[in-house]
C-alpha cells in the first residue's frame, strides 16, 4: 500500500481524497496486522500454557 501512496502521491499530490483514502486503507490495514497477530499469540499461549487470563487495574 506505501508504494501505491507514493505513486499517488508523486503524480496526483498528497491533498487529494484518492490519497487520504489509500492512507487510510493502508493504516487500517497495519492496525488489522496487530490485532491478528495479538489473536494468534495468545491462542498459542492458551494452546502451549493454559488458561489466559489479562487483568487491568490494581
Request: charged share 15%; hydrophobic share 45%.
Amino acid at each position: 500500500m506505501e508504494l501505491a501512496g507514493g505513486y499517488v502521491a508523486h503524480y496526483h499530490g498528497e491533498g487529494t481524497p484518492l490519497y487520504t483514502a489509500m492512507t487510510t486503507v493502508e493504516e487500517c490495514l497495519e492496525m488489522l496486522g496487530i490485532v491478528v497477530f495479538i489473536h494468534a499469540l495468545l491462542s498459542y499461549l492458551r494452546t502451549e500454557v493454559g488458561e489466559v487470563q489479562i487483568r487491568f487495574g490494581d
